[in-house]
Structures are given as structure tokens and as C-alpha cells.
């Protein structure tokens, strides 16, 4: 059975590849850029003795993605759907142009849908397994200085995620869907944040631990769930006013 | 703002740190860039004045291990501990390494660091098989001792400037046992000592001496050697050492406002050392015997935010009485504390920048102060008379003068530099200072 990690050249796909591939998953890694897929999986190999497949595919083409995939997994058992895939884009600011709207949302959201129609069907036949998603805490509540598209569409995965989850409700598949806060990556390098970074690992740690069990959407770490609920909680004659 | 090791070399840096290789090549767009591994060194060779230091923790992947020809594949990015740690669990190691796990491969071969026995083992590029390196003008090219051989020795050693090793094949050895043994043997002098660095250096497993120049009279430079041997019962049962992680960087090193290490501290810090490595045989954890500055980084704190000076030179065997009564004569002058004092016997050849020769190499440490910079120009003046040769990555402050007098292949260098690189897309302040 297989482990598909759609987002595993780096940060917390990368971290989950190897979190998993100690515990002796068979992996299947996809991501944009070969040359990281490619040392990625030699190191899964050569370190954990583990079985690594990997595809170069770019997330801002979902039907390319999903072809790829078909002929790539032909007559392969898939057990776990991994989507730690996401895309930033630093004009982001509410006035981007069509392409780039479309590759933002088809990276963010449709490839992660897409990718899940296509196997799901697996899952169920397989005897179950997990489909696991990554939002942000970007996408608590839409603001305007940045990541407007992205956090849309990081919003819409999270109600996709809710949809399958009570689609899937007593089937073996189970649904988990993670918002991560503030995660260690070449964005948040240099950045003056104003709350904890964390490792990707540690994340990895904790999704690794919770794979298999019935999990409600979580916060990663576990206190922006009560930031979360305060920026919420603020009257829009603050919020209006908040530059962030 | 980065900063040395030693707290003698800071300023306002951009650093990039890629996570992915086509983040990586758009970082060495700059016009000028700077490798940077573990940030360790003494001596600023990852940084500089309009610099973009590359960071490459990212590349930290071990990429095969080749059994036939016993060697291992790797990023540059990956670090002694964790390259420890995967040889262990197959029963190898690597002979040559300096004695810290955080250290990454990049690093070591860049500044071309020396082990626990340089006499026997040679420096860390002996055990290079190949590795590929990145110039944005130049594309990826594959180097080893038969291909592209000056390339690659002016890689091996040169701190950074030729481009960025990307990967590399090191030759890995069989750990003869999962458990090793200390022997402490007492020395009165460094003399004393020297001679028996010289007796027992081929000792697979490593020797040096360590002694407290603190004292004053007959007791300077009394200590004692240590040689290191993994035990002869093969115990192939022992389970990994486990490996507490460590924080120590750069930047960090310097928390403390004001140094705590002083005449009365140090004498109380290096008699309670004599005590607890008397003379014997004593086992020894292969992590602790491997890397003795893990778990003992706390050392390094207490020179406080203002650092430390290290100078490492190897002395020609004639010289080193010499150069010993300086040192004591002009720590006695300037009211100097010399809070370390190591010995290394080596016996090899230096090649274009690399830290080699023949003689005893004499490391000491001294907490930066207005007389630090007035000892160590004393003992500048007698190195380049004697023939001398002091290591450039751990001495932050060394001038152009002085590396040029004691390094006669300094010219060889720059000029395959310049035939290599004529915009100089690598810098550093290491370079800037030395001229490179």
C-alpha cells in the first residue's frame, strides 16, 4: 500500500516523507521540481530502506496532474493522500491578473480536489485509509494586504475537506484537515512574525501520530485556535482598521 | 547581523536560506555570494561586506552508501552528527572529522578541517572522493584528484570562492568497535608531550594533548596527552549513541554580557579537568570520543558577548621550545589568559591554502581584549620567522601580511581564482581581508 505526498520537495511535505518513510510507508512523492524529488527519494531510500517513487508534476495544471498520476499509479494500491501542497504569490494583494489568479487557485485547491477524485476510488476499494489536508491560519479571516487569492482558496479546501469528511462518514476512509500556523520555510526565513515559528518536523511529528484516527480539523500549533477564534471574535470596526 | 564564531567578525548580512533546489540556483543570482553551512567558523568565510550568504541547512540528504567502494554520497548541507548517526547503524565512520556533530560536510570540506590524527589520517580531503561543484558562470561540474584536479584541490580548502559544492563522495572507514577507550597519559611540559604525539600517532583512533597554560613557571603547558582506541571486543550489540541535541551557534555564543572566565574560574575549571582525566584507561562514549565539543559547548559561553581570540599554528619541530617561551613570556606581558592550549602532531604537505606541514600545531584560546590584539601580534612576528603556519578559519583577525609570508602558494591560489572566477562571484570577509 502507498503513501502519496502531493507537496514533498520541502517543509512539511518534506519532513512527512521522512517521518513516514521511518515508520516503512512505500512512498509516491510529487512535486513541481524533479532534481528535489530526485535527492529526496535517493535520501528516503538510502536512510530508511524504504520503497520511493516520485513525479515532477506542476499543481497549477490540475489535468496534467491527474493524467500523470493515472498512468504513473496504474495498478497501484494507494492507502494515505497526503496534500501538504500549497503556493504563495507575493503580489497577492486582491489585483492579480487571470493567470495568475488561476494557477493559485488550481495550485491551492483544485489539484488537491482533483487528485482526491481520482484515487479516492482506491481508498474505498483498498479497505480505507486517509486523506489529509493543509489550510492556513491565513485563511481565518480574508484580509487585504496579502494572500487574498490564496487565502480563498485555502478556505474553499477547508470546506471541500468538510464535505468529503461527511461524504466519507462511516466508510474506512478517514478525513483530517489541519490549518498550520507559522511554519519554517525560505518564506518565513528573516521575517519579524508576531508568534512562534515552528519546525516542520514538529508538525510532521504530530500529523504522523494522528494518521488513522478520526480527527476534527485542528490548528497546528494548537494555540491559533484561540487566535483564530479572537480575530474572528473582532467587531469589523476594529478589524477594518487592523493592517496585518 | 552575522557573526563569527569568536565574536570577532560581525556585520549586517543578507542571508538566503533555499529550501529547494530552484530556490537555491535563483539565490546565487547576487553579484556576489557567500556558501554558508553550520556558521560555526572562527573566521568569516560564509559572509562579507555586500555578500549574499546562501545558507544550505536545506541540502542535508544522504544520497547513497556504496558498499564496494566503501564511501557515502551527500548534500553538502548534511552535518557530522547526522552522517554519524546513519555510519554508525552500518558500522562505519568517518576517520577525519573535526569535533563538533554540527558542523555540515560543506563546511569541512570548504575549509578543509583536520581530525583527531592529521599525521596518520592527512586533512578532510583525503577523503573526498569527488564532489560537484556549482559556479553560476561555470554550470555543475564533477571533480576528484583525476578529474579536474586543480579545481578540485583549490575546492578542497578554499573556504567557498570557487563555487558551491553541491554534493560529495567521501570515503567512509569500518568502525573497528562500537565502543572505545580513553588513555590518559600525564605530561609535565609540551615537550614532553610532543614526543609522545609523535610515538603514538598512528593510532587509528586518534591523540592529542591538552594542557593548561594558565600556570605560571615549570607548570606551564603541563596537561596530558589523550589517546583515543575503540575497544578491541568488536561489540556489534551496543545500540547507537543517543545524540541530545545542541543549540550552540554563533550568535548565540555571545548571551552572556560579560565574560565569566578569569585567572581564579579558569584555575578552579582546568584543576577539576587534571582531576577527572587522571592518568588510566577509562571507556568512552564513540560520540563523546568522536566529538568531544558535544555537550561541552558551555565552554564557549563563558568568554561572554565580547568572544575569544583562537590562534592554531603548526610549529617546525626545531621550534617549538621557541615558540612555547613566547608564548609564556608574552602572556606573563600583556597579563594574557590562555583559558585552552591543545597540541596535534602533524606530518604532511600544504597545498595552495590548506593548513598542513610538518611539525606540532599549537592551539591556544584567549578571551578578546586590548592585550589579546598586542599577544598575538608577538606571536605573528615569530610565525612568519619560523617558518610557521597558522590555520586561517580559526583565526578571525589574521592580515594579509602574515598569510602571505606563511603561505607560499597564496599567489598560486589567487591566480587560479582569477583564471577561474575573473568576476569574483564568491566572497567573503575571509577573502577580502587575505586578499583572495
Known sequence: MTTVIFGASAGVGRALSRALAAKGHRLFLLARDGRDLEAQARHLRTVYGTEVAWLAVDAAQPADVVQALETSLAGVSVRNLLFPVGMANDQDDGLLPAAALSALINANLVSVMAVTSCLLPRLLEGGGGNIVGFGSVAAIRGRGGANVAYAAAKRGLESYFESIRHRLAGTDVRVQFYRLGYVASQLTFGKQLPFPVVDPEWVAERIVKRLDRDTPTRHLPAFWAIVGALVKALPWRIYRRLRF | ?436
Open chain 2, 1 to 436: 547581523m552575522l557573526v563569527t564564531m569568536d565574536g570577532g567578525t560581525s556585520m549586517k548580512a543578507t542571508v538566503q536560506r533555499p529550501d529547494r533546489y530552484g530556490a537555491f540556483y535563483r539565490s546565487l543570482e547576487g553579484a556576489a555570494v557567500a556558501p554558508r553551512g553550520a556558521g560555526l567558523s572562527f573566521a568569516a568565510a560564509s559572509f562579507g561586506h555586500a555578500v549574499t550568504s546562501v545558507e544550505l541547512g536545506a541540502f542535508d540528504r544522504i544520497l547513497g552508501l556504496d558498499h564496494a567502494s566503501q564511501s557515502v554520497e551527500v548534500e553538502a548541507g548534511v552535518t557530522l552528527g547526522a552522517l554519524f548517526q546513519y555510519l554508525f547503524a552500518h558500522g562505519l565512520y568517518l576517520p577525519i572529522q573535526p569535533g563538533y556533530t554540527k558542523i555540515t560536510v560543506g563546511g569541512c570540506i570548504g575549509a578543509d578541517v583536520h581530525g583527531k590524527n592529521p599525521a596518520r589520517d592527512g586533512t578532510f580531503v583525503s577523503q573526498v572522493v569527488s564532489l560537484v561543484l556549482f559556479h553560476p558562470d561555470h554550470g555543475t561540474m564533477e571533480l576528484s584528484a583525476t578529474q579536474e584536479r586543480e579545481l578540485f584541490h583549490a575546492t578542497c580548502g578554499g573556504f567557498g570562492l570557487t563555487g558551491v559544492i553541491l554534493t560529495a563522495r567521501i570515503r567512509v572507514s569500518r568502525l573497528p568497535s562500537r565502543r572505545a577507550e580513553l588513555t590518559i597519559v600525564p605530561i609535565s611540559t609540551v615537550i614532553e608531550g610532543a614526543a609522545i604525539l609523535r610515538s603514538a600517532s598512528d593510532e587509528p583512533g586518534g591523540v592529542h594533548a591538552w594542557h593548561d597554560f594558565s600556570r605560571r613557571g615549570d607548570g606551564f603547558g603541563r596537561g596530558h596527552v589523550r589517546i583515543l582506541r575503540f575497544a578491541s571486543d568488536a561489540a556489534e550489540d551496543a545500540p547507537p549513541p543517543a545524540m541530545p541535541p545542541s543549540r550552540l551557534s554563533a550568535d548565540r555564543r555571545g548571551v552572556l554580557p560579560m565574560r565569566l572566565l578569569n585567572r581564579w574560574t579558569l584555575r578552579a575549571i582546568n584543576e577539576f579537568y587534571a582531576f577527572s582525566h587522571r592518568s588510566g584507561r577509562q571507556p568512552i562514549d564513540v560520540l563523546r570520543a568522536l566529538f568531544p565539543i558535544h555537550g561541552s559547548e558551555a565552554y564557549f559561553y563563558l568568554f561572554g558577548r565580547a568572544g575569544f581570540h583562537e590562534t592554531q599554528v603548526i610549529v617546525p619541530h626545531g621550534q617549538l621550545q621557541a615558540y612555547l617561551e613566547l608564548v609564556r613570556s608574552m602572556a606573563e606581558r600583556f597579563q594574557v589568559l590562555i583559558t585552552l592550549g591543545a597540541t596535534k602532531f602533524f606530518d604532511g604537505r600544504s597545498e595552495l591554502l590548506r593548513f598542513d606541514g610538518e611539525g606540532i600545531s599549537v592551539a591556544i584560546n584567549i578571551p578578546r581584549d586590548r592585550n589579546a590584539a598586542r599577544f598575538l601580534a608577538e606571536l605573528d612576528r615569530f610565525v612568519i620567522e619560523a617558518g610557521a603556519r597558522p590555520s586561517l578559519i580559526k583565526d578571525s583577525r589574521l592580515s594579509r601580511q602574515v598569510f602571505d609570508a606563511t603561505y607560499p602558494e597564496s599567489d598560486r591560489f589567487r591566480s587560479l581564482l582569477r583564471a577561474w572566477d575573473p568576476k569574483r562571484r564568491f566572497r567573503s570577509e575571509l577573502s577580502d581581508r587575505l586578499g583572495l
